[in-house]
Structure formats: structure tokens, C-alpha cells
């Protein structure tokens, strides 16, 4: 049982290029969502998803995709990589009905943008 | 607009003392408060979690503590200890999806 895995860990990208952040998690879990740590803001929230096939905006939706075609998987997209994206972003999953656990979290990918 | 703020951003505390954390929100739809836990370079793990129907939540060494007429809530640790130290973040759900979190304050405890 890994959890919420995120690949890459570390990843430079040059403004304008694109890439696909990728979260998978093995729980079976119906929620998942993708945040962005930056420092002294906390952690914004990007898209998240209640299952398959069902996708909605967060706070922070600007210059960023997803889609949820499986349970499994729910990979963010960056159309063209500015500096102002330049964050950590987190992965998070969750089981529909149990509020109280709250989300488990993947270990993060930084990415720079330059 | 900041719905859920934690104001200190760092906290220090010594060993077997306890420790305090502290947040306020604005949105009193919120239906759950949570906090986590996050070490540098890993994930927030997950720590507590409280109703908005309850004002206390116990687990352990933790409790949390909701005051709905303040909006406010806090994380209690007792005694406190060297692992806990890390940034913890409140959070609340609105709407069972979206996630909702603070600042984070950093907690260091001192031997």
C-alpha cells in the first residue's frame, strides 16, 4: 500500500515549455486534490476532483489542467510554465464519507520555473 | 481574501511544556476544522480533526478546541517533545471537498 504517490520529485522547466505533474494513489479513495505551497500562503488549492470523470476549479485554477479518467490517477497539466508557478505542489486523497481523516497527502514535487 | 488565518508564524516551546497553536476563520459555513503536521520535504500528515458541532476533540497528547461564537480554534499539546517539532496548519472543509488552510506556524521545541 504506497499511499498518494507524486513523480517528479524535483523537476526545472524554462517559461513557456509544459509538462504533466503526476499523482497516483492505491486507495481506492473517491477525493483527490492538487495544492500549491508557497511561502507565508499556506496551501492553495488548485483542482480538485469527487471521482472519475469529475473535475472543479479551486482558489488558484489559472494556467493549470486536470482531468480524473481513472480513480487511480489525477495528473495536473501546465500549459506554459511561468516563474510565477514556481511552488511545491501536493497531491491529496481522500475516502468520500470520512470528513473527519482528512486528506492524505503525497510527499510533493518542487518545481522551478526559470 | 484569507479564510482561515493562523497569525503566529512561529512558536517556541520548551520540552514537556505545553503548546498552543492558534487559528481563526471568517466562514461559518465550515462544516469540519482539521490540523496537520508537515516536516520539511514530506506532506502534511494528518493530526486531529473536530465538528463544528462539538467544541473539544481529544486524542492523546492533542486536543483541539472550537469556540464557534469566536471563530477560533486551537491545538493543545501536552507535554510537548523534541519530535514536535514542525509546521502545523489548521484547515477547514467546506462543502465535504474543498480543503481550506491557514498560513502554518512553526513550532520549535526546545530541550
Known amino acids: 500500500n504506497a499511499g498518494v504517490t507524486q513523480t517528479p520529485k524535483f523537476q526545472v522547466l524554462k517559461t513557456g515549455q509544459s509538462m504533466t505533474l503526476q499523482c497516483a494513489q492505491d486507495m481506492n479513495h473517491e477525493y483527490m486534490s492538487w495544492y500549491r505551497q508557497d511561502p507565508g500562503m499556506g496551501l492553495r488549492l488548485i483542482h480538485y476532483s469527487v471521482g472519475a470523470g469529475i473535475t472543479d476549479q479551486g482558489e488558484v485554477p489559472n494556467g493549470y489542467n486536470v482531468s480524473r479518467s481513472t480513480t487511480e490517477d489525477f495528473p495536473l497539466r501546465l500549459l506554459s510554465a511561468a516563474p510565477s508557478q514556481t511552488s511545491v505542489y501536493f497531491c491529496?486523497?481522500?475516502?468520500?464519507?470520512?470528513?473527519?481523516?482528512?486528506?492524505?497527502f503525497g510527499s510533493g514535487t518542487r518545481l522551478t520555473v526559470v | 481574501d484569507q479564510q482561515v488565518k493562523q497569525n503566529s508564524p512561529s512558536l517556541s516551546v520548551q520540552e514537556g511544556r505545553i503548546s498552543i497553536l492558534n487559528c481563526d476563520y471568517t466562514?461559518?459555513?465550515?462544516?469540519?476544522f482539521l490540523w496537520y503536521k508537515k516536516y520539511p520535504a514530506e506532506g502534511p500528515t494528518f493530526l486531529i480533526s473536530?465538528?463544528?458541532?462539538?467544541d473539544k476533540n481529544e486524542d492523546g497528547r492533542f486536543t483541539v478546541f472550537l469556540n464557534k461564537s469566536a471563530k477560533h480554534l486551537s491545538l493543545h499539546i501536552v507535554p510537548s517533545q523534541p519530535g514536535d517539532s514542525a509546521v502545523y496548519f489548521c484547515?477547514?472543509?467546506?462543502?465535504?471537498?474543498?480543503?481550506?488552510f491557514g498560513q502554518g506556524t512553526r513550532l520549535t521545541i526546545n530541550p
Open positions: 491529496a486523497s481522500r475516502r468520500g464519507q470520512l470528513i473527519n481523516y482528512g486528506y492524505t
Open positions: 484547515a477547514s472543509i467546506q462543502g465535504a471537498q474543498k480543503l481550506v
Open positions: 466562514n461559518s459555513m465550515f462544516d469540519y
Open positions: 473536530i465538528s463544528s458541532i462539538k
